[in-house]
């Protein structure tokens, strides 16, 4: 089984770390919450805040899979500037990549997403394709063995199965 990072800011949509975290849990799956800064974050809705069991930048992490929840949280990450590093860096290794909402605009700021499909919310697709993605409207589209992407909260019952399905392969 893999070893799960959530990567996450201010303004993640609740439902969109809350139901994963606890799937997660339940499903025995060893994760961290990853933030730049050791303190509380609220979501976009302020339904519970969360603290990050890692903070960036303080050790080398090895994971094998990001998760990066929607919201605004995607945005906030990307003001960090070594959250693209970190993503390339990560890429590099092999880390596979699950993102939804507009969590792909991360991997679109790393130049992840050239030629393969993907999915997010819809606000979000005239950016994707301007780094070369190929947007598609589905619930969720597994693009490698290295990123899947799911399109909003509205889809996430799609989402997380294939999600838990990836971290157990």
């Not at 849990?25 to 050791?38: M, P, T």
């Not at 919310?121 to 598609?136: D, F, M, N, R």
């Not at 399109?151 to 019952?157: E, L, M, V």
Request: hydrophobic share 35%.
């Amino acid at each position: 089984m893999k070893k799960v990072g959530i990567l996450i800011d201010d303004g993640y949509h609740d439902l969109e770390l809350w139901l994963p975290y606890y799937r997660f849990r339940e499903e025995g799956i060893d994760f961290d919450v990853l933030a730049w800064e050791d303190r509380e974050y609220k979501g976009v809705y302020g339904v519970d805040s969360v603290k990050p069991t890692h903070v960036l930048g303080s050790a080398d992490i090895d994971y094998d899979l990001i998760y990066i929840p929607g919201a605004n949280s995607p945005t906030n990450l990307l003001k960090h500037h070594g959250t693209v590093d970190l993503i390339r860096s990560m890429s590099s290794k092999g880390t596979t990549f699950a993102t939804i909402c507009h969590g792909p605009l991360v991997l679109a700021e790393a130049d992840l997403v050239k030629d393969i499909e993907m999915t997010g919310h819809p606000s979000i697709q005239t950016e994707l394709k301007k780094h070369g993605a190929k947007y598609v409207d589905m619930p969720y589209v597994r693009s490698s063995d290295n990123i899947i992407t799911g399109k909003t909260h509205f889809q996430i019952d799609r989402f997380i199965p294939e999600l838990l399905s990836v971290i157990k392969e």
